[in-house]
């Protein structure tokens, strides 16, 4: 039975396995046939056809399309519908389109489709790689490609760093597509062992321009190296580099560009509104917490030009208050951080988001009302990345943006070259407010937000010089010492130029050649320049006097990172405080007194001179008190009987002197004389030792008879009741007695006194008692030492035989 059943079950998975190969072959050949189908469809699909409307209307295989379904992505939009024939067709492409126009999945859709149609497996590796300029859009493009690519059977994995490198190089060989940050990948790349990319499809950049220009420029062509010429590559962005050279480096083939908004009359979407305002650099601050105010129940996002000015307007905006939460993001911070804080400001309803162009190309924020870019962009380009975090897809935003006088002809020009539409807003006068006073307050009280704000001043002083554009930004222009006072800040920073100059001589020196005709964009308001009076505030006053303590470490800390010139910031600019309290003076040095301004007054106060640089001092001047410790300590002297006065130690004449006899003799006498006052005070001395020695035998005889008398009444049986009481007031007349080496005034309550040590005092009286007790001990009687109270009737005893013995 067992044999039988088991020849029917052999022959029973016989035939299972036959069916399962048959099915096997069945779906491969559905599969050829679906894949045919699907090439026949693609070669004859027309990428200019205009019924090509949905999704659906492409030929597109079937995880994909489910995908697209189930994400309730439906209708193409115009990239979409331009971009996606053309890459399902195998070609390059060079996309551009407006921000918010969906380009993510106009290259997303041609990955799935190409590794799909070429049957890709685990097996082969890594197939797609799409780079990205920041993680932020990194993990946002992984996320889109998690849900439209859901009903794949690809393995796909993101590289950004963040994690340990061994930790991700374990799971890249099992990857099929790739979203990775240029930087990460080199990395992998070269040090990675079995990372292989040689059969790489489909090759990737997402705001192209961005990663080919300066930042990555060498990385990315190290990347490409890497690579095989055989990929298809596409680029997307909003604004489009068609540079040769550029194409030349990632070896494009016959691209095809896509630009679908190029006969568009603006370059930025519809639907959005956008201002810009001037508002001088000194009241930008002001002019941004007016707008926070007046917009709490909105998203917002505001654009600063780096990290520094982001964490000193992010602190000290929230230790204000303005009602509304505040968030702020830079590429300095951790990547949990930045991941916690993007979904933070996702989720939000109404928010601010403080944030440097790390999140200004597309991330895909939802519904934001206003972008405000409150340091003006480095160029048209990043303008219009940065308010295309609004307005995106179908849904509306606004954007304003901050321009100093001296920015606004020229950056208006760069927009309007551009076809970006902007209108001019003012403020209300009736909604100015300064927050200077306030910024002064924080200042003074932390030190770490004043800290922040001299770092935010030289990162925006620096970011203005080193910018190319110099037609708008006008370094020369700027006013520093009113900006630093906006920033509440209690002096202005001394920065520096490089190996020693001075920005500000260097922006006196360039003035005078403006008021000299020199400078040919000179508009002529440098030359109206004039030096003002420096004006020192209560709070500069207040910041330097008091918190010179709390901030030392700071400034050394500053002045240390710029001396060590491993900060690249720090390379190029540092500041070296300008102190004027007198206790730093030591330390301001030479570097100072570049810097230093107006002399203070002064006065003298005997051979002392007193600046008089605060109302603190002047005031001081008129207390006697406080004054006299400046004045002469003044001498101390000794009037003789005529009333004349002598110091405490005067020379002799010297003729007088000598009139008394030989300066030898004199010695001799006087030596003479002082030895016999000692040899008197000793013998003094002894005498009074041994009338204390008498005293305390006197006494001794005295509690002598008095025992006697006690032992005679006990033997007469002179007993009173309660023996006890007996003991106890013999123990209280016992300790009423003086104790060995105790004299009387040494009888009173309390601790016992240290014994004075006398000068010139007879060792031999010590080492008398201390023998006398070492033949105590050596008895076995109980040595009671000076100030020791007997507290029992054994202890009495031997006090008692103590004191008889004496
Ligand atoms: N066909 C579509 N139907 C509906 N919504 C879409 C479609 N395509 C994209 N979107 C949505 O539009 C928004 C913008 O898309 P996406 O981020 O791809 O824009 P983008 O062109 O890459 O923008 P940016 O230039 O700022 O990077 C996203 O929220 C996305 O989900």
Not at 49 to 61: A, H, I, S, V, Y
Not at 704 to 729: K, M, S, Y
Request: charge should be neutral.
């Amino acid at each position: 039975m067992a044999t039988g059943s088991a020849k029917n079950g052999g022959a029973g998975q016989k035939k299972t396995s036959q069916n399962r190969n048959d099915a096997r072959t069945l779906k491969r050949k559905r599969v050829k046939d679906d894949l045919s189908v699907l090439q026949s469809a693609t070669d004859a699909l027309d990428p200019k056809n205009p019924d090509l409307k949905k999704f659906t209307d492409l030929p597109l295989c079937e995880p994909t399309t489910a995908g697209l379904r189930d994400s309730h992505f439906e209708v193409l939009t115009d990239v979409q519908r331009a971009a996606i024939p053309l890459a399902l067709k195998g070609h390059d492409i060079l996309g551009a389109a407006k921000t918010g126009s969906g380009k993510t999945l106009a290259f997303i859709i041609p990955v799935l489709e190409k590794l799909y149609r070429a049957q890709w497996t685990e097996y082969d590796g890594l197939g797609a790689l799409i780079i990205s300029p920041t993680r932020e859009l990194a993990v946002q493009i992984f996320e889109v490609l998690r849900k439209v690519g859901r009903k794949h059977q690809f393995s796909a994995g993101l590289v950004i760093g963040g994690k340990s490198l061994k930790e991700e190089a374990e799971r890249l060989g099992r990857m099929n597509i790739l979203v990775c940050t240029p930087g990460r990948m080199l990395q992998h790349l070269d040090q990675t062992a079995g990372f292989d990319v040689d059969n790489l499809q489909v090759l990737v950049l997402d705001e192209a321009d961005r990663i080919m220009d300066m930042g990555f420029q060498s990385a990315v062509d190290a990347l490409v190296e890497h690579l095989p010429k055989t990929r298809q590559t596409m680029l997307f962005s909003a604004t489009q580099s068609k540079r040769v050279s550029d194409l030349a480096r990632l070896s494009l083939k016959d691209p095809e560009y896509v630009s679908v908004h190029e006969a568009a009359t603006s370059s930025t979407p519809t639907n959005l509104q956008q201002h810009y305002l001037v508002t001088p650099l000194t009241e930008k601050l002001d002019t941004l917490w007016g707008f926070l105010r007046a917009n709490l129940k909105s998203k917002i996002i505001v654009f600063l030009s780096s990290g520094k000015q982001v964490r000193f307007v992010f602190e000290s905006f929230k230790r204000m208050q303005p009602g509304i939460p505040l968030l702020h993001l830079h590429g300095r911070q951790k990547q949990m951080a930045r991941m916690e804080i993007t979904s933070r400001f996702t989720q939000a309803k109404y928010a601010c988001l403080f944030a440097t162009d790390v999140v200004a190309r597309g991330v895909d924020f939802p519904a934001v009302d206003w972008v405000i870019q409150a340091d003006c962009p480095e160029d048209a380009d990043t303008y219009i990345h940065r308010v295309g975090r609004t307005a995106r897809y179908e849904s509306k935003g606004r954007a304003v943006l901050f321009l100093d006088p001296s920015e606004e002809k020229a950056f208006l020009e760069r927009l309007e070259h551009k076809k970006v539409p902007i209108e001019r807003i003012n403020v209300k006068e009736n909604k100015k407010k300064s927050i200077t006073n306030e910024l002064q307050n924080l200042c003074f009280q932390s030190p770490d937000l004043k800290y922040l704000g001299q770092k935010a001043f030289i990162s925006y002083t620096r970011s203005i010089y080193l910018q190319r554009d110099k037609a708008v930004f006008k370094f020369m222009k700027l006013d520093l010492d009113a900006y630093a006072a906006s920033l509440g800040l209690p002096g202005t920073p001394n920065v520096r130029f490089q190996k020693g100059e001075d920005i500000r001589r260097l922006k006196n020196a360039s003035r005078a050649a403006i008021s000299s005709g020199d400078e040919s964009d000179s508009d002529g308001e440098g030359g109206k320049k004039k030096s003002k009076p420096e004006v020192r505030t209560k709070y500069d006053k207040m910041a330097e006097r008091q918190n010179q303590d709390v901030l030392s470490s700071h400034y050394r800390k500053i002045i240390e990172e710029a001396d060590s010139g491993d900060d690249d910031e720090q390379d190029f600019l540092s500041v070296k405080r300008v102190l004027n309290d007198d206790a730093l003076d030591e330390t301001a040095g030479a570097d100072a007194t570049t810097a230093a301004t107006a002399k203070p007054k002064t006065i003298m106060l005997g051979n002392q001179e007193l600046i008089i640089d605060s109302k603190r001092r002047e005031k001081l001047l008129t207390s006697k008190k406080k004054l006299s410790k400046y004045m002469d300590k003044g001498t101390k002297l000794v009037f003789d009987d005529d009333g004349n006065a002598h110091p405490i130690y005067e020379l002799q004449n010297e003729n007088h002197f000598k009139q008394q006899g030989p300066a030898e003799a004199l010695r001799r006498e006087f030596v003479q004389t002082e030895a016999d006052k000692v040899r008197e005070a000793d013998i003094e001395d002894k005498q009074l030792a041994q009338d204390r020695r008498r005293e305390k035998r006197d006494r001794a005889k005295a509690r002598e008879r008095g025992e006697e008398a006690a032992a005679v009444a006990a033997q007469t049986g002179t007993q009173l009741e309660g023996c006890d009481a007996d003991a106890e007031a013999a123990l209280d007349f016992l300790r009423s007695l003086p104790v060995a080496g105790q004299n009387g005034s040494d009888d009173e309550d309390g601790p016992p006194k240290k014994r004075a040590k006398k000068w010139f005092e007879d060792a031999s009286e010590d080492e008398a008692e201390a023998l006398q007790k070492a033949k105590k001990r050596k008895s076995g009687k109980k040595v009671f030492e000076m100030g020791q109270e007997p507290d029992n009737l054994e202890d009495l005893e031997a006090l008692a035989a103590g004191l008889l013995e004496d």
